[in-house]
Antibody
Framework: QVQLVESGGGVVQPGRSLRLSCAAS????????IHWVRQAPGKGLEWVAV????????YYADSVKGRFTISRDNSKNTLFLQMNSLRAEDMAVYYC???????????WGQGTLVTVSS | EIELTQSPVTLSLSPGERATLSCRAS??????LAWYQQKPGQAPRLLIYDASNRATGIPARFSGSGSGTDFTLTISSLEPEDFAVYYC??????????FGGGTKVEIK
């Protein structure tokens, strides 16, 4: 079955960096665009970034542009999110999600919590 | 950026009742709208894509309708497991992909 498993979350001070990973299994990873979506505590869903199937195209939400970098390693079926210059407002559960139906998300990971606090 | 406005914010209903949730877009998204269900501590689950197509394994009591700027998710008869938060999302014009603010369906 399709599985997406995030890791790398934790507590980090404002201004510091963190790298999230998303390990995929149960499907052929390389043909799919993969997204990051986040959810601040008690809030709604916010799309963060997407990377195309081959890694050539990347798009970001304005709120993270210039600070976050999405990447992937198709040989290891893994997606990454490098988060630099973290702010309090970046605190959220970060989900990776497979892009389906042209931009919807049928498969999600369980999420990893990023806490930004001094 | 396309904004999605969901109403009501909270819907208080009893099991067996019909639920009608609304999502309005700031500009036309054609039929490129999806609905998700999220329960506490869980990832969202795709219910409906392209306005009216049920995703794999979604019960027939869930249905979606609409096009352009106005969309509706209907749950024909609420089951206990349907009490949750529901989000709409558009893929018509992106980036960015955008979500509505959510509607909480709670037990009355």
């Amino acid at each position: 079955q399709v599985q997406l498993v995030e890791s790398g979350g934790g507590v980090v001070q404002p201004g510091r960096s963190l790298r999230l990973s998303c390990a995929a299994s149960g499907f052929t990873f390389s043909p799919y665009a993969i997204h990051w979506v986040r959810q601040a505590p008690g809030k709604g869903l916010e799309w963060v970034a997407v990377i195309s199937h081959d890694g050539t195209n990347k798009y970001y939400a304005d709120s993270v542009k210039g600070r976050f970098t999405i990447s992937r390693d198709n040989s290891k079926n893994t997606l990454f999110l490098q988060m630099n210059s973290l702010r309090a407002e970046d605190m959220a559960v970060y989900y990776c999600a497979r892009g389906d139906y042209g931009g919807f998300f049928e498969y999600w990971g369980q999420g990893t919590l990023v806490t930004v606090s001094s | 950026e396309i904004e999605l406005t969901q109403s009501p914010v909270t819907l208080s209903l009893s099991p067996g009742e019909r639920a009608t949730l609304s999502c309005r877009a700031s500009q036309s998204v054609s039929s490129y709208l999806a609905w998700y269900q999220q329960k506490p501590g869980q990832a969202p689950r795709l219910l409906i894509y392209d306005a009216s197509n049920r995703a794999t394994g979604i019960p027939a009591r869930f249905s979606g309708s609409g096009s352009g700027t106005d969309f509706t998710l209907t749950i024909s008869s609420l089951e206990p497991e349907d009490f949750a938060v529901y989000y709409c999302q558009q893929r018509s014009s992106w980036p960015p992909l955008t979500f509505g603010g959510g509607t909480k369906v709670e037990i009355k």
